[in-house]
């Protein structure tokens, strides 16, 4: 049974950090394209950054490059998302989410399984 779970969210002044974490468990992370996703209040969900570790390559949003990071730890089955330069437009839900290979780009529509998310709320 896929499961994940989101941790790590919670209350930053702007220019602040966070890390949330992503614990899978179900499958491995070389296994599945496992992604970061944010839903902010009003808005559709979307795709934030991705890590395909079998054929080792992530991938970031523009709207985040330079500040968010995404990698793992295979032998944790986790999987972070580093957020630097956090910005008031950076709050939402954030979710962690996967499926399996292979995939390309990063549309909700595309990944299987969910976590609950982890709410981010980055104060101005």
């Known amino acids: 049974q896929v499961q994940l779970v989101e941790s790590g969210g919670g209350l930053v002044p702007a220019g602040g950090s966070l890390t949330l974490s992503c614990v899978v468990s179900?499958?491995?992370?070389?296994?599945?394209?496992v992604a970061w996703f944010r839903q902010a209040p009003g808005k559709e969900r979307e795709g934030v950054s991705s890590?395909?570790?079998?054929?080792?390559?992530?991938d970031v949003v523009d709207s985040v490059k330079g500040r968010f990071s995404i990698s793992s730890d295979n032998a944790k089955n986790t999987v972070y998302l580093k957020m630097n330069r956090l910005k008031p437009e950076d709050t939402a839900v954030y979710y962690c989410?996967?499926?399996?290979?292979?995939?390309?780009?990063?549309?909700?529509?595309?990944?299987?399984?969910w976590g609950q998310g982890t709410q981010v709320t980055v104060s101005s």
């Open positions: 989410a996967a499926t399996p290979l292979p995939v390309l780009g990063l549309r909700v529509a595309q990944f299987k399984y």
């Open positions: 179900g499958f491995t992370v070389d296994e599945y394209v």
């Open positions: 890590i395909n570790k079998a054929d080792d390559f992530t």
